[in-house]
C-alpha cells in the first residue's frame, strides 16, 4: 500500500484531535504542519510528530513531501485555504462547513477540477461504520418508508465573543458548527426537502445561538432538526420508518451504537472503535487518493453542495448574513 502524506494546516483543537487519530491509520502519515506562527507549528509538530513545521500556510502548501492536506482553520477561511493549497497541487480534506455558502463551494469545487486533486468535506459522520450500517438498513427497505427523522446536536460552549464559535467575523454559530450534523443527517438519509421552516435564536454578537429547523418532503415525512450553543440537549437522532425504528444515542455524530426495532424486535448494534473515529475519514480519503480518484464515492461533490445550498436556506429565514 503507497503511503499517503498528510499535512495539516492550522493548529487548533480538532487539528490535534486528527493528528492523534492519523497516527493509528495505516498507510498515512503526518509528515507536516502548516500555521500563522513557527512557535505554534513547531509545538503541534513536536507533540504530534511531523517532521516539518511551517511558519505560513503557503509554505506547506508548496512543501514537495505532501500528497494531501487536511484544512483545520476556522469556516471562513475553508475556502482560501482550501484553494490555496489545491493550486500548489496539493489533494485536500477540508473541515466542516465546506465553506461559507454555495458560491465559495463552487469556487472550491471548480479548482479542485482545473488542478485535478481530490477534494472532500470532512464531515467524518459520512464514513463511520454505524451511519453506514444505518443507511444500508433503510436502503434495504424492509423497514418501508422514513416517517419522521429527529436529531439534535446541543452544547453549551463558554460565552466568548471574540472565540470562534461566537465571533461573526469567524463565521460563528450554531448552525454552521453543529446544526450542520442533524442537517447532514436528514440530507444524506432523505434527499432535499421541498419545503424548510425554521427559527433561530440570535444573540447578542449577532450569531445564532441556537437553531431549529423542520424539513418537508414530498410524501409527507418530515425532519426535526436542531444545533445549539448555549444549552445542552440530547443529541441523539431517532429515525421513524413505517415498519420499526432506528435510534442513535448521544453524541449521535461519532456513535458506536445503534439501536432498531424492525417488526417488533430490538436490536442492539455494536460499533465499537478505539480511537475518536476522525480515523475513518482518514482511511477513506487516503485510499481515494491512492486510487487516483479526485471525488469520494461517500462523502461526494453533490452531498456537499446540498449541505451548503441547504444551510444557505436556513439561513435565509432565520435571517443570518455573514
Ligand atoms: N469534525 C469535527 O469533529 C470538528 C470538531 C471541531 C471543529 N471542527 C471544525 O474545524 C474547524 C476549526 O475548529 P477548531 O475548534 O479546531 O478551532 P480552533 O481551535 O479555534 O483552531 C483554529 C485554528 O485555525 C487557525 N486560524 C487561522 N486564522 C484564524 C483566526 N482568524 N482566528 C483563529 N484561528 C485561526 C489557527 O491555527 P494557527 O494559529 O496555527 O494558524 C487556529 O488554531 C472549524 O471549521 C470547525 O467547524 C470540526
Known amino acids: 500500500m503507497k503511503t499517503i502524506n498528510w499535512g495539516i494546516l492550522g493548529t487548533g483543537k480538532i487539528a490535534g484531535k486528527f493528528a492523534t487519530d492519523l497516527h493509528t491509520v495505516a498507510g498515512s502519515q503526518l509528515v507536516a504542519v502548516g500555521s500563522r506562527s513557527l512557535e505554534s507549528a513547531q509545538a503541534f509538530a513536536k507533540e504530534n510528530n511531523a517532521s516539518t513545521a511551517h511558519a505560513s500556510y503557503e509554505a506547506l502548501a508548496r512543501d514537495p513531501q505532501v500528497d494531501i492536506i487536511y484544512i483545520a482553520t476556522p469556516h471562513v477561511r475553508h475556502c482560501e485555504d482550501s484553494i490555496l493549497c489545491m493550486q500548489n497541487g496539493k489533494h485536500v480534506l477540508c473541515e466542516k462547513p465546506f465553506a461559507m455558502n454555495a458560491q465559495e463551494v463552487e469556487k472550491m469545487l471548480a479548482c479542485a477540477k482545473k488542478n485535478n486533486v481530490f477534494l472532500m ?10 451511519f453506514l450500517f444505518i443507511e444500508e438498513e433503510i436502503k434495504s427497505g424492509k423497514y418501508g418508508h422514513i416517517q419522521t427523522l429527529t436529531a439534535d446536536f446541543c452544547f ?22 453543529v446544526g450542520i450534523y442533524p442537517v447532514f443527517f436528514a440530507l444524506a438519509l432523505m434527499g432535499e426537502p421541498v419545503e424548510i421552516l425554521a427559527k433561530a435564536k440570535i444573540g447578542k454578537t449577532g450569531v445564532d445561538e441556537f437553531t431549529e429547523m423542520t424539513f418537508i418532503y414530498p410524501n409527507g415525512a418530515k425532519a426535526h432538526l436542531n444545533g445549539g450553543i448555549t444549552q445542552q440537549t440530547p443529541t441523539t437522532a431517532t429515525i421513524i420508518l413505517d415498519k420499526g425504528l432506528i435510534y442513535v444515542p448521544t453524541r449521535f455524530h461519532h456513535s458506536d451504537t445503534v439501536t432498531t ?6 436490536l442492539n448494534h ?38 451548503i445550498k441547504t444551510l444557505d436556506r436556513v439561513r435565509a429565514i432565520i435571517g443570518l448574513q455573514y
Do not use: C
Open 261 to 266: 426495532v424492525h417488526d417488533g424486535v430490538k
Open 156 to 177: 453549551p460552549a463558554p460565552f466568548d465573543p471574540a472565540g470562534r464559535l461566537f465571533d461573526k467575523s469567524l463565521g460563528g454559530g450554531a448552525l454552521l458548527d
Open 121 to 130: 468535506e470532512a464531515l467524518w459522520t459520512r464514513m463511520m461504520p454505524f
Open 270 to 307: 455494536d460499533f465499537s472503535h478505539g480511537e475518536r473515529g476522525y480515523n475513518y475519514e482518514i482511511a477513506h480519503a487516503a485510499q481515494t487518493v491512492r486510487e487516483k480518484k479526485t471525488e469520494s464515492n461517500l462523502m461526494t461533490h453533490d452531498l456537499s453542495r446540498l449541505i
